[in-house]
């Protein structure tokens, strides 16, 4: 009882003293972020640091990070579903089909290339450190194109297209991640078998069309209840939570893309529900949001492997180098012609480089490690994603307010 005491005091204090601070964070303290203060804290209190926070041994508590990355996870791909406009995705399928398809294609296989290079693995095992890195996490894409100072600085288009891409492509990097595990597991031909029929015509083929049936349909119940006044407030309130606790776990039950179905049910429910009450359930969102980014950045400074990161020695500064510089960078460059948002080279460079690394690659590196007991699929995903919290939380606000003095106010999508 005392440890789930100390925890309710540690991360409830810590939520109260950034939710206060947030503002002298981005205005006086600009190298500082929410999720760097929570990583250093998990740090703090974990058995690196005082020893106070206790789940498990450390090996033991990725379990428990797995799900709580996984919730979190969801609730900012739901957030991300409600923020943007409905119209949007027609308007700028193109331009996410390029990132999203080609575009996430050559972020694995050159994230893949630097893992082979550098890490003592062979080429399947690099494939895997690869794809669990390539998504742009949701909940840092969060921190950089949410709130008053990114609104000020950074243009519709470029908040619109990071948070769409980073709404997609981390239920569509399942399938990355998946084909590496399979074929650790069997013959070429049987997991490619596997990966095509089972992976991707129903695990995510599949989490699309369910999860596009159940947000279709709770928003048009609201819909329908709206017009006759028979939805109280208070269930506006908790509808899209609700909504994403229901598919997160429904879907996974029945062996779906649960991210991915989480996602999309979130965006089919926002084409049909009431814009006012789109409005109110995404404040409700963006609030439990950010109850849990701050315990799952705890929990990931608890759980980091520093002794896996050691034993690395040259090879760690070369993979966190190489991931950050070569991953994503190259790619938005090569491709901004075909992405018409990206219309200027400081537009490009910005979405170049603010695709972060986080609980997306968190979650992913659980689950590959569980699955193929590859222990360095963890030791090196939780390296880059620690780096990249770093990184990109510390040059986020001076990026943003650079960019805001480029005079970019093209507010077009």
Known sequence: MSQFNLWLTVLGG????????????????????????????????????????????????????????????????????????????????????????????????????????????????????????????????????????????????????????????????????????????????????????????????????????????????????????????????????????????????AGTDDILAVFVAGAAYNWRADPQDEANEQRVEEVFNRLFTIPVFVLFGIALPWSGWVDLGWRAPALVAGVLLFRRLPVILALRRYVPPLDRRGASLFVGWFGPIGIAAVFYAVLAAERTGAEVVWVAASLVAASSVLVHGVTAVPATLGYGRLGDDDESW
């Open 14 to 253: 810590l939520t109260l003293l950034l939710v206060l601070g947030a503002g002298v964070m981005k205005t006086r303290i600009r190298v500082l972020s929410q999720p760097i203060v929570a990583v250093l804290v998990g740090v703090a209190v974990g058995p690196r640091g005082l020893d106070l926070l206790q789940t498990t041994a450390v090996s033991e508590t990725r379990p428990l990070l797995e799900e709580v990355a996984r919730l979190t996870v969801a609730f900012a791909v739901t957030s991300i579903a409600l923020r943007l406009d409905p119209a949007y995705f027609r308007a700028r399928a193109r331009s996410l089909a390029v990132l999203v398809g080609p575009g996430m294609v050559l972020m694995w296989l050159l994230s893949a290339l630097v893992a082979y290079a550098v890490l003592p693995v062979g080429p399947v095992v690099a494939l895997l450190v690869g794809a669990v890195v390539t998504p742009t996490d949701p909940v840092l894409a969060n921190s950089i194109v949410v709130g008053e100072t990114a609104t000020e600085n950074i243009p519709r288009r470029l908040r619109y297209l990071l948070s769409g891409e980073a709404g997609i492509n981390d239920g569509t990097a399942y399938l990355f991640v998946l084909l590496p595990v399979l074929l650790m597991a069997h013959p070429v031909e049987t997991a490619l078998g596997d990966w095509l029929t089972r992976t991707f015509l129903w695990e995510v083929l599949g989490a699309v069309v369910v999860g596009f049936a159940i947000g279709s349909l709770v928003g048009a119940v609201e819909q329908w209840e709206n017009t006759r006044d028979f939805l109280e407030e208070t269930s506006v309130f908790t509808l899209t939570v609700a909504l994403t606790f229901f598919v997160l776990g429904a879907t996974k039950l």
